[in-house]
């Protein structure tokens, strides 16, 4: 056995500097001693506003109040991921449908997708089916009460966060410092190696040499220690996602008494914008390829779909996107985490989830000062895992469009590569829905998630499947029926129970 590693040291105070710095302090203190070094000089990505459902549980980890977290941050709640434009249905209209964080209840057995593919639910869609998230959205309504007497009739459903990234950063570096982090603010210029090719310092502009143990690399895009000092190769994910630059905006709400509880995703001529609403403003962009408009054009695209909403002569910020990942995220002493270690597009809100994984994963996997082979192969294993299984999920919603309207959407679904595992699912999907059989080791997308994509996408009602599929065609109509009635009773209930969203936020 070696020497227990003593010591951590972060570089970068961005979102993933300062989680890392915060939650290994609440696992790790008062044994190791945890050191973030920041550049005062290059500034942080400054985006990253949703969430998934497994923040909040973070947050208590760390001993963050949520309600101190919300007013400080300016945090709203997400019920899910709205999706709009991105397939047109039978009759050539654009879809809106809902990636929820509510999965879909069994019927005698049987999920509810089966049957809804079946027979249809009226003219409910498919999340409307079984779950009141969409009514709540379009009432401006949240998964919360206000003082409601009696039994709550919300199905079990999750819930994640929007929230400010810039004032989140400054939250968790307050209370890292409070709780006994060692906060440099200097520049990194140079990485010393020792004979293995180990970290052995950093070299900082003002201090000098600062000696290492194992090193967080949180250095953003530039990946300075994982990269370009150990020479990590990154590996681009061009041929699967073709989009490669960002725009980014503030805007205030049109109607400041009305705040979406879900992030929207809209899908433009090249791309697509992300809408999520904070209390005090909405934060917004435009994801796009370069390869199918210049900036210029992008930012004219943005503004237009924008219209009032955009300030008069907004400029949107741009932001250009390494898509990809490190080979490697764990190499020698070194491990990356966020947007050093890869990133893939926003269109699911992982990234900052990811970092998380990757602490959670650095616990399991920690390793002594020999670093041992087997501990870095392991954390690598499952941050592979990781990486893989949000790519193909995300490469799936481009892969089924059928928009035929701009070059990018039909390049998007005929010249992007999607990689084995993703083509044979879909293979299968033409005959079944999703079980969980097929994605066994899903962390975050679940085969409940999958369906709500091919269901909301309409893609069996487009020519996707051939026929009738196998398991729906085998159910009887009665049990689903029923289960209608009954969930568009308890829909209404949920709708009536639940509160307005910013009179909720207000009353944090
Ligand atoms: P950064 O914020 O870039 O921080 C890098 C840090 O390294 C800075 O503090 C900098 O000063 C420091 N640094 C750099 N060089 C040196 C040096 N030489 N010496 C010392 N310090 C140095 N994630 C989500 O979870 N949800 C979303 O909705 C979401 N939307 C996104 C939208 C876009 C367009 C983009 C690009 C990203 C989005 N992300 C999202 C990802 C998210 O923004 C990042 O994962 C998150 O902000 C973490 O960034 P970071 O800390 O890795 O890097």
């Given at each position: 056995m070696g020497d227990p590693v003593t010591s951590i040291t972060i570089v970068g105070g961005g979102t993933a500097g300062w989680l890392a710095a915060c939650f290994l302090r609440t696992k790790c203190a008062p044994k190791i001693k945890i050191t973030l070094i920041e550049s005062p000089n290059v500034p942080t990505v400054g985006v990253g506003e949703a969430t998934?459902?497994?923040?909040?549980?973070?947050l208590r980890e760390m001993g963050i109040d949520d309600q101190e977290f919300m007013r400080r941050c300016n945090a709203s709640f997400k019920m899910g991921v709205m999706f709009n434009d991105w397939n047109v249905d039978?009759?050539?209209?654009f879809i809106r449908y809902m990636n929820p964080f509510a999965s879909p209840p069994r019927i005698e057995g049987v999920e509810a997708g089966h049957y809804?593919?079946?027979y249809g639910a009226g003219n409910r869609d498919y999340i409307r089916s079984f779950s009141p998230l969409m009514d709540l959205f379009e009432s401006w309504k949240c998964p919360f009460s206000l003082n409601k007497q009696g039994e709550d009739p919300m199905p079990r459903a999750g819930y994640a966060y929007h929230l400010d990234a810039v004032k989140f950063a400054g939250l968790l570096a307050e209370r890292g410092r409070d709780h006994g982090i060692e906060h440099i603010l200097d520049d990194v210029d140079d990485v010393e190696l020792d004979e293995r090719g180990f970290v052995a310092a950093l070299i900082l502009r003002e201090t000098g040499r600062h000696p290492v143990q194992l090193v967080l690399d949180c250095t953003g895009f530039r990946g300075l220690v994982i990269q370009k000092a150990l020479g990590e190769p990154f590996d681009s994910y061009a041929d699967y996602l073709g989009n490669d630059r960002a725009m980014a905006l503030q805007v205030p709400h049109p109607d400041p008494e009305k705040i979406r509880a879900a992030t929207q995703s809209t899908a433009l001529g090249a791309g697509w914008s992300w809408a999520v609403p904070l209390f005090n403003r909405i934060g917004t962009g435009y994801v796009f390829s370069s390869a199918h408009r210049t900036d210029d054009e992008a930012a004219e695209e943005f503004l237009a779909h924008l219209g009032d909403m955009a300030p008069p002569g907004a400029e949107p910020r741009v932001i250009p996107m390494r898509v990809g990942r490190s080979r490697r995220a764990w190499v020698k002493n070194?491990?990356?985490?966020?947007?050093?270690?890869?990133?893939?597009?926003?269109l699911e809100s992982t990234a900052i989830h990811m970092i998380d994984m990757g602490l959670r994963w650095l616990l399991q996997y920690f390793p002594s000062q020999?670093?041992?082979?087997?501990?870095?192969?392991?954390?690598?294993?499952?941050?592979d895992g990781m990486f893989n299984e949000v790519r193909d999920f995300i490469c799936l919603h481009y892969r089924l469009n059928n928009r035929t309207d701009d070059p990018y959407w039909m390049d998007s679904r005929t010249q992007l590569k999607i990689s084995d595992r993703l083509e044979h699912l879909l293979d299968l999907w033409r005959h079944q829905l999703p079980t969980p059989l097929d994605v066994p080791s899903a962390h975050l997308f679940t085969y409940n998630v999958f369906t709500?994509?091919?269901?909301?996408?309409?893609?069996?009602?487009?020519?996707?499947?051939?026929?009738?599929?196998?398991?729906?065609f085998a159910l009887p109509e009665k049990p689903w029926k029923a289960f209608l009635r009954q969930s568009a009773a308890r829909n209404?209930?949920?709708?009536?129970?639940?509160?307005?969203h910013r009179r909720v936020l207000l009353a944090l």
């Open positions: 998934v459902p497994h923040m909040p549980v973070t039978r009759k050539g209209r809804f593919q079946a070194c491990i990356a985490l966020g947007l050093s270690g890869g990133f893939i597009e926003p020999d670093y041992e082979d087997a501990t870095r192969d392991a954390y690598n294993r499952v941050s709500a994509v091919l269901l909301g996408k309409q893609v069996y009602d487009n020519g996707y499947g051939e026929g009738q599929l196998n398991r729906s209404r209930a949920v709708l009536d129970h639940k509160a307005d």
